[in-house]
């Protein structure tokens, strides 16, 4: 069955700090990937997503990921971490032939001011 | 002018009640999806409809039944709730398509139910 991996499940980091999370799945046709983040109390809201072309992609708020198709991962990264960065990551993936999206079980980033 | 929302936020009831929670989405999609998310915030993919055709339905106890009278719309009605079911259900649509080239979804602001 394809699965979505999380290895990171809580992250704390002081501002100003790199960050990088892990993603792996399992699955070896075409996928289309994605992170989510979700802000205490409030709902997913995707930070980007990768579907073809180039593997480096950059989203909202200073995030990038990268695909690495040998690797089946799309770790996300950002150079430097805010207080407000604080919340809940998810990798997701659909695969071709479903119209599933199977989601990772999150990490839980805290960022110290 | 809210894409994807739901109703209610806060549900709050006893066990045995039954409860509908409702979902719109005015983004124009074609398919429709209903998360449970738990207390450790384990996205659960439970349902989802495309063109109001049932397509996933995942393992879910039969309490749960869904409803899709049109595209905008996806409902959730639950039969004789049980504790196990508080938790987050996250409404939430998108483009897909079944082969390749799938929209990100987008998600409502969550219903908070809570069983006593």
């Known amino acids: 069955a394809q699965s979505v991996s999380q290895h990171n499940h809580h992250v704390i980091l002081s501002e100003a700090a790199s960050l990088e999370l892990g993603c792996n799945y399992s699955y070896g046709g075409t996928v289309n990937l994605f992170w989510y983040v979700q802000y205490p109390g409030q709902h997913l809201q995707l930070l980007l997503k990768?579907?073809?072309?180039?593997?480096l992609v950059k989203g909202i708020k200073g995030f990038e990921a990268e695909f690495i198709k040998s690797k089946f991962s799309f770790n996300l990264r950002k150079p430097s971490v805010q207080w407000s960065d604080t919340a809940e990551y998810f990798c997701?993936?659909?695969?071709?032939?479903?119209?599933?999206?199977?989601f990772g079980t999150g990490t839980r980033l805290k960022v110290l001011a | 002018d809210t894409a994807v929302s739901q109703t209610p936020k806060y549900l709050v009831t006893q066990m045995g009640n039954d409860k509908s929670i409702k979902c719109e989405q005015n983004l124009g999609h074609d398919t429709m999806y209903w998360y449970k998310q738990d207390s450790k915030k384990f996205l659960k993919i439970m349902f989802s409809?495309?063109?109001?055709?049932?397509?996933i339905n995942e393992t879910v106890p039969n309490r749960f039944s869904p409803k899709s009278p049109d595209k905008a719309h996806l409902n959730l009605h639950i039969n004789s709730l049980e504790l196990g079911d508080s938790a987050v259900y996250f409404c939430a649509s998108s483009q897909a398509h079944r082969l390749a080239g799938a929209d990100e979804q987008f998600f409502g602001p969550g219903t908070r139910l809570t069983v006593l």
């Open positions: 997701a993936v659909k695969t071709s032939g479903t119209y599933k999206y199977i």
């Open positions: 409809y495309n063109n109001k055709e049932l397509i």
């Open positions: 990768y579907f073809s072309g180039d593997p």
